[in-house]
């Protein structure tokens, strides 16, 4: 008995400290009979305050706990009760309590009597609140997850169709292959009905389609969109005016809002989506990219925010491409515009010196094929070096004999000047590293002898290539054959030289006897007044005519390089002076002054200089002073010696005559040149301030004249007083 006493009060001590609520109902009144604390604990927070704390045993559960017929546990007790199945309920969400929905796990179970009649149901309860909320936290949290990361796909889906595009296309210059790669790549992605690309065409005002991806099978449903003009309405003219994308998400539905005509192709077609992008890059409109859809597609879907993303760079490509084929157009019609051009033309590189362009004229007036010339340095290029080579001569001692060789002056000179210990360097090579530096060189001439061994003088004028910027890419050198003129030129020296010497002797011998006659009648005074004049006139046109074939002489000396200097100490001061007194005898009618600055009229100022030549500097420009001023006017010849430039003296000769026009002043000092305005009965032949340039310039000096037309003029001799031959 004990033990039994002993077995019962165990049982109870189990019950209360499982981790479980468990109650005893009667199974005909629904009556608890007996529960644990647990039960107890759990059971009050549904109860109302009278019925806490144990008061419900001995009550039914529809008494104290009314809400339980509501939610259907009644229901289930009566079921158990009737058909003795045990009931097993998860996760039982039970609303009825002070702390809102709680959830359960419990049990009902019938109890027997030896007749098998279910007197008895034990119910277990545990509350899984916590558990079932933290799980459906979780689930929360992992459907926030879900949607992030279907946002994360789409964008990375978008971004890997934009990589794709951008990458595919960057590479391309050709419109062509940038619509092919561009419908590719996005092909590869999505599974689009149709892909297609639509350039701009500005001039017609037209989209014209590029690529179409595949191409449909029925022509006839693909040529209206062939071109179409910006004002039509289909939604890719819309696209290009609106400036934005056309998204129709449901092209069946479209018809009906209007958007689109129920008898256009696509919608005919039965397809779903429908995208068209215009492509813009900055301002200008090149094209657009259209995609269609077997199914519906949504605005902020990744097919639509991928085209739109891909959209710039196929734009930007297009775009670099148009420019690429201007820039190629305008290079292809330079280029035409270069081979044709008669002149030679080579254009050399900065980056590496090497010749990347020559023309035909080029490869003609050197004898070198264009294909041969290209591609290799012009210093290191083993014809051009030929060239010079064979073209230039070895200077020995001294020049070689001059207006006999068929070898001109300059480009001998030139030549020469272009040895470098010995070894010849062809002045192209100077010409192309100094229009690399910048500068810019006109009209050198050189010889180059072909490898046919014809001689061939050019001319060439050489200068820097500059980018954008002002960068120096290059260096172009222009040339043209000027062998014939150059010979022509060669023949007229020539031929000035031996009129000049054949026209010497007899003037000569004229003027001569006309001075012993001019002596003897003043002598004898046996001629008549009239007779005498006219012997003076000879006397004096044969010196005119004298100076005239000196002058000659002294062109053709310049032109064979005889034009030496006869450099000696004397005074300048002496030499002025005799010069003026000697040409006022001759142009009395002149007024003459002598202007010395910075020194007495009794100094006197030594300079080495070739006495002859500087006399025929001074009686020049005295000659056109007179020449070129009316009779009775002042002629001032000033000389300015400074001791802050002692090595120099400043020589002038001042008119008040016609004076020379601006726009003629640059060239007075060429040959043969005389202004155009120029009363022709003064005589002259445009040589003399040649002369006086080439002189002064030979004595290391410069010469340069101020004018104002019709207000006189004043020529400037800048002297050095320690000459040395230039
Ligand atoms: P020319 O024999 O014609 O005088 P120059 O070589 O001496 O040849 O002079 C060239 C040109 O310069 C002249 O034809 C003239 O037009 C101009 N010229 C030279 N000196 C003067 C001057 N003192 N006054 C005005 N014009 C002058």
């Given at each position: 008995?004990?033990?039994?006493?002993?077995?019962?009060?165990y049982?109870?001590?189990?019950?209360?400290?499982?981790?479980?609520?468990?109650?005893?109902?009667?199974?005909?009144?629904l009556?608890?009979?007996?529960?644990?604390t647990?039960?107890?604990?759990?059971?009050?927070?549904?109860?109302?305050?009278?019925?806490?704390?144990?008061r419900?045993i001995?009550?039914?559960?529809?008494?104290?706990l009314?809400k339980?017929?509501?939610?259907?546990v009644?229901?289930i007790?009566?079921?158990v009760?009737?058909?003795g199945?045990?009931?097993?309920?998860?996760?039982?969400?039970f609303s009825g309590c002070?702390?809102?929905?709680?959830?359960?796990?419990?049990?009902?179970?019938?109890?027997?009597d030896?007749?098998?009649?279910?007197?008895?149901?034990?119910?277990t309860?545990?509350e899984?609140?916590?558990?079932?909320?933290?799980?459906?936290?979780?689930?929360?949290?992992h459907?926030?997850?879900?949607?992030t990361?279907?946002?994360?796909?789409?964008?990375r889906?978008?971004?890997?169709v934009i990589?794709?595009?951008?990458h595919?296309?960057r590479?391309?210059?050709?419109?062509?292959?940038?619509?092919m790669?561009?419908?590719?790549?996005?092909n590869?992605?999505?599974?689009a009905?149709?892909?297609?690309i639509?350039?701009?065409?500005?001039?017609?005002?037209?989209?014209?389609?590029?690529?179409?991806h595949?191409?449909?099978?029925?022509?006839?449903s693909?040529?209206?969109?062939?071109?179409?003009?910006?004002?039509?309405s289909?939604?890719?003219?819309?696209a290009?005016?609106?400036?934005?994308?056309?998204?129709?998400e449901d092209?069946?539905?479209?018809?009906?809002?209007?958007?689109?005509?129920s008898?256009?192709?696509?919608?005919?077609s039965?397809?779903?989506?429908y995208?068209?992008v215009?492509?813009w890059?900055?301002d200008?409109?090149?094209?657009?990219?259209?995609?269609v859809?077997?199914?519906?597609?949504?605005?902020?879907?990744?097919?639509?925010?991928?085209?739109?993303?891909?959209?710039?760079?196929?734009?930007?490509a297009?775009?670099?491409?148009?420019?690429?084929r201007?820039?190629?157009?305008?290079r292809?019609?330079?280029r035409?515009?270069?081979?044709?051009?008669?002149?030679?033309?080579?254009?050399?590189e900065?980056?590496?010196?090497c010749?990347?362009?020559?023309?035909?004229?080029?490869?003609?007036i050197?004898g070198?094929?264009?294909?041969?010339?290209?591609?290799?340095?012009?210093?290191?290029?083993?014809?051009?070096?030929?060239?010079?080579?064979?073209?230039l001569?070895?200077?020995?001692?001294?020049?070689?004999?001059?207006g006999t060789s068929?070898?001109?002056?300059?480009?001998?000179?030139e030549?020469?000047?272009?040895?470098?210990?010995?070894?010849?360097?062809?002045?192209?090579?100077?010409?192309v590293?100094?229009?690399?530096g910048?500068?810019?060189?006109?009209?050198?001439?050189a010889?180059?002898?072909r490898p046919?061994?014809?001689?061939?003088?050019?001319?060439?004028?050489?200068a820097p290539?500059?980018?954008?910027?002002?960068?120096?890419?290059?260096?172009?050198?222009?040339?043209?054959?000027?062998?014939?003129?150059?010979?022509?030129?060669?023949?007229?020296?020539?031929?000035?030289?031996?009129?000049?010497h054949?026209?010497r002797?007899?003037?000569?011998?004229?003027?001569?006897?006309?001075?012993?006659?001019?002596?003897?009648?003043t002598?004898e005074?046996?001629?008549?007044?009239?007779?005498?004049?006219?012997?003076?006139?000879?006397?004096e046109?044969s010196q005119?005519l004298?100076?005239l074939?000196?002058?000659?002489?002294?062109?053709?000396?310049?032109?064979n390089?005889?034009l030496?200097?006869?450099?000696?100490?004397h005074?300048?001061?002496?030499?002025?002076?005799h010069?003026?007194?000697?040409?006022?005898?001759?142009?009395a009618n002149h007024?003459f002054?002598?202007?010395?600055?910075g020194?007495?009229d009794t100094?006197?100022?030594?300079?080495v200089?070739d006495e002859n030549?500087f006399?025929?500097v001074?009686?020049?420009?005295i000659?056109?002073?007179i020449?070129?001023?009316?009779?009775?006017?002042?002629?001032?010849v000033?000389?300015?010696?400074?001791?802050?430039?002692p090595?120099?003296a400043?020589?002038?000769?001042?008119d008040?005559?016609?004076?020379?026009?601006?726009?003629?002043?640059?060239h007075i000092?060429k040959?043969f040149?005389?202004?155009?305005?120029?009363?022709?009965?003064?005589s002259?032949?445009?040589?003399?301030?040649?002369?006086?340039?080439?002189v002064?310039?030979?004595h290391?000096?410069?010469?340069?004249a101020e004018?104002?037309?019709?207000?006189?003029?004043?020529?400037?001799?800048?002297?050095?007083l320690?000459s040395?031959?230039?």
């Open positions: 008995m004990d033990g039994q006493i002993h077995t019962k009060t049982d109870y001590t189990m019950l209360e400290h499982m981790p479980i609520g468990v109650a005893l109902f009667d199974s005909q009144d009556g608890l009979l007996a529960a644990n647990l039960f107890h604990t759990f059971i009050d927070t549904f109860l109302d305050p009278t019925w806490k704390n144990g419900a001995g009550h039914s559960i529809i008494e104290y009314p339980a017929k509501e939610t259907g009644v229901a007790f009566r079921r009760a009737k058909t199945i045990p009931y097993s309920a998860g996760e039982f969400a002070e702390r809102g929905i709680t959830y359960w796990n419990w049990t009902l179970d019938p109890i027997r030896s007749d098998g009649r279910v007197v008895q149901l034990i119910q309860a545990t899984i609140t916590a558990q079932v909320l933290a799980r459906q936290e979780a689930e929360r949290v459907a926030a997850l879900s949607q990361n279907r946002i994360a796909e789409t964008g889906k978008r971004l890997e990589e794709t595009v951008a595919s296309v590479e391309s210059l050709d419109a062509d292959n940038i619509s790669a561009a419908i590719k790549a996005v590869t992605c999505f599974d009905l149709y892909i297609y639509h350039i701009a065409n500005s001039n017609q005002k037209t989209l014209d389609l590029l690529h179409i595949p191409v449909p099978a029925k022509k006839p693909f040529s209206s969109v062939q071109h179409i003009p910006y004002d039509s289909f939604p890719i003219a819309q290009y005016k609106q400036h934005n994308p056309i998204i129709i092209l069946q539905t479209a018809p009906s809002l209007g958007i689109i005509d008898s256009n192709a696509l919608v005919m039965g397809a779903h989506g995208t068209c215009p492509l890059f900055g200008t409109f090149e094209g657009t990219l259209t995609a859809f077997k199914e519906c597609i949504s605005e902020d879907g990744p097919e639509v925010q991928a085209l739109v993303g891909s959209g710039m760079y196929i734009a930007a297009l775009a670099h491409a148009r420019l690429h201007t820039v190629e157009h305008e292809r019609r330079l035409a515009v270069l081979d044709q051009l008669p002149e030679g033309i080579l254009i050399t900065a980056s590496n010196g010749i990347s362009y020559a023309n035909a004229a080029a490869a003609n050197l070198i094929p264009v294909t041969s010339l290209t591609g290799i340095p012009l210093n290191r290029h083993p014809q051009i070096l030929t060239l010079i080579h064979d073209a001569p070895v200077p020995q001692a001294g020049l070689p004999a001059a068929n070898y001109p002056q300059a480009a001998y000179k030549n020469i000047a272009t040895r470098i210990n010995n070894h010849p360097i062809f002045p192209w090579h100077f010409a590293i100094r229009a690399l910048g500068e810019t060189i006109s009209s050198q001439e010889m180059v002898v046919d061994g014809n001689k061939v003088i050019t001319l060439s004028s050489s290539l500059r980018i954008e910027g002002g960068d120096i890419t290059g260096a172009v050198i222009v040339f043209q054959d000027v062998t014939a003129q150059k010979s022509i030129e060669q023949q007229k020296n020539e031929f000035l030289s031996i009129a000049s054949e026209l002797t007899p003037i000569t011998a004229i003027q001569g006897f006309a001075e012993i006659l001019q002596m003897n009648a002598q005074q046996s001629l008549s007044p009239q007779s005498l004049r006219a012997l003076t006139f000879i006397n046109q005119s004298t100076r074939i000196e002058e000659m002489l002294d062109l053709t000396r310049i032109e390089a005889q030496l200097l006869n450099l000696a100490p005074d300048l001061i002496s030499t002025i002076k010069v003026i007194e000697t040409q006022a005898t001759a142009g007024n002054q002598l202007v010395p600055e020194l007495q100094d006197t100022l030594i300079g200089f030549r006399v025929q001074l009686n020049n420009l000659s056109n002073a020449k070129y001023s009316p009779a009775g006017s002042r002629i001032e000033g000389l300015r010696y400074s001791p802050t430039t090595h120099e400043l020589i002038w000769v001042k008040s005559g016609i004076g020379i026009a601006a726009n003629e002043l640059p000092f040959r040149h005389r202004a155009s305005g120029l009363d022709r009965s003064i002259g032949l445009g040589i003399g301030l040649y002369l006086v340039q080439e002064v310039t030979r290391r000096g410069r010469v340069w004018s104002t037309e019709g207000s006189g003029s004043t020529f400037y001799v800048r002297l050095p320690k040395k031959q230039a």
